[in-house]
Structures are given as C-alpha cells and as structure tokens.
C-alpha cells in the first residue's frame, strides 16, 4: 500500500479566496486523483492529475476552478480558486499503481473546506 | 454509462450477527472490485478486493463475486459495534485504467 499526507488537514476560508491543498506519497504512483465528498454523499472525481501534463478533468470540473499539477511521481495539488460556500467539502486525494496490487486505490486523509 | 448500485441504508444489525452488504454493477468488462470501509469523518479505507468469481475471505470479512449476475457482496461475520460504517463498493473496468466507479454507499449500523 502507499502512505498519503494531505495538507491542510482543515481550513474554513473566506468566500472570493483560494486554497491550495497539497497531497504527498511516500513512494513513487502511476495514478494520482482528487475527489470531492459533501456530507452524507458519495465520492465525486475531480480530475486526475498527470505527471508532466495537464489534468484530466471529469464533467462539471474545470481547470479554471480547480487547477492541478503534478510536477513529479509522489506530489499534486490541487487549488479550489475563487470559492464560494458550496465548496465547502472534504477533498481527499487518492493514489493507485503502487506495490503489487495496481489497480487499488488508496486514500489520504482528506482535507476538510468550509468556505463561509 | 457504468453503474454501481448499492443500498443506501442504514442496515442495522445486531452484535454477533453476520452483515450482507450487495452491489450490483452494469459494465459487464468490469474487472476488478473493491469495497471500502468509511468512518463517519474519515477517509475510505480498503478492505478487500476480488478479481475472480467465488469467494474471498480475509478474517472476518468475505467478499463474493458474481460476475454472470453483476453481483459483488461483502458479508462481515461475528459483527462488532466497531464495524459500524459506511461501506463502499468500488468497480474497476478491464484495460488498466485504474479509476474505479464508486458507489454511493452503504451504511451499517452494527447495535449491542
């Protein structure tokens, strides 16, 4: 499996601000991928995060609002810009084409948004 | 475009019991399936995966897979009030994609 660090773990913002959360791996992935999960909801892709390219973003995400990067093999961000209260979330990173098994998916502990 | 059905819930149990958690999906080049664990306020935490028809145990947990059916459950034996979370069934397509359709959950309350 991979060990997963989110930075920040929380953060309550002011609406018109952005936040970048920050997303580390201990060893080096294939995948790397950003969802988003409200209260009481399922997960919900974002995008997934290329090395070397631009992200992949699903429908109804787009990289005006939530820019990501992916400059090496264990490391993404992601920036929800702009936000407003229906941002407010929990963001969790999850990673996939580590060790044995490269189809798995593993999460980090996710980052909690209140937008106000 | 690929589904993955599970029953919301609540699914209540009692302590000692054994809980049946099903998914059903409808890609039928679905390959690889997960389930989850969720801790209210918590990120998923795999469980188990199976890739082929059968069973898979793994302590108390056993994972079923149907594949004629479109059918995956979790059955989790000698439940414990620790157990009591939301469970995710995760469906992978063939060809390595590696990004797997989630469902929208199942929440197990395990009660003494």
């Known amino acids: 499996s991979a060990v997963i660090s989110q930075k920040p773990s929380r953060d309550i913002c002011q609406r018109g601000t952005s936040l970048t959360i920050q997303c580390q791996v201990d060893?080096?992935?294939?995948?790397m991928f950003w969802y988003r999960q409200q209260p009481g909801q399922s997960l919900t892709l974002i995008a997934t995060?290329?090395?070397?390219?631009?992200?992949?973003?699903e429908s109804g995400f787009v990289i005006d609002k939530f820019p990501i990067s992916r400059p090496n093999l264990t490391f993404s961000t992601l920036t929800v810009s702009n936000m407003s209260p229906e941002d407010s979330s929990i963001y969790l990173c999850?990673?996939?084409?580590?060790?044995?098994?490269?189809?798995?998916?593993?999460f980090g502990p996710g980052t909690r948004l209140l937008v106000l | 475009q690929k589904e993955v059905e599970q029953n919301s819930g609540p699914l209540s149990v009692p302590e000692g019991a054994i809980a049946s958690l099903n998914c059903t999906y409808s890609d039928r080049g679905s390959q690889s399936f997960f389930w989850y664990r969720q801790y209210s306020g918590k990120s998923p935490e795999l469980i188990m995966f199976i890739y082929s028809n059968g069973d898979k145990e793994d302590g108390r947990f056993t994972a079923q897979l149907n594949k004629a059916s479109q059918y995956v459950s979790l059955l989790i034996r000698d439940s414990q009030p620790s157990d009591s979370a939301t469970y995710l069934c995760?469906?992978?397509?063939?060809?390595?994609?590696?990004?797997?359709?989630f469902g929208r959950g199942t929440s197990l309350i395990v009660h003494p």
């Open positions: 995760a469906v992978n397509e063939s060809g390595g994609s590696y990004i797997p359709t």
């Open positions: 995060a290329n090395q070397g390219s631009e992200a992949t973003y």
């Open positions: 999850s990673v996939s084409g580590a060790g044995k098994h490269q189809e798995t998916q593993y």
């Open positions: 060893s080096q992935v294939t995948m």
